[in-house]
């Protein structure tokens, strides 16, 4: 018989940690740090990056 290994992740702080990555400015840091290539159009990397971390 298999034992099934069940983990629960906590969701609640997500919204306050993006918020405080906002505040740090961290979309400014990656745009500086990783310059988007010359046919890149549209939103910033860095503003990709906290979309998907908001997801």
């Excluded at 992740?9 to 740090?33: A, C, S, Y």
Aim: avoid cysteine; charged fraction near 20%; proline fraction near 4%.
């Amino acid at each position: 018989m298999t034992e099934f290994i069940i983990t629960n992740e906590r969701v609640d702080d997500i919204p306050i940690l993006v918020t405080q990555m906002e505040q740090m400015g961290i979309q400014k840091l990656i745009d500086q740090h990783f310059p988007a290539h010359g046919n890149w159009q549209g939103k910033s990397l860095g503003e990709i990056v906290i979309i998907l971390l908001r997801k």
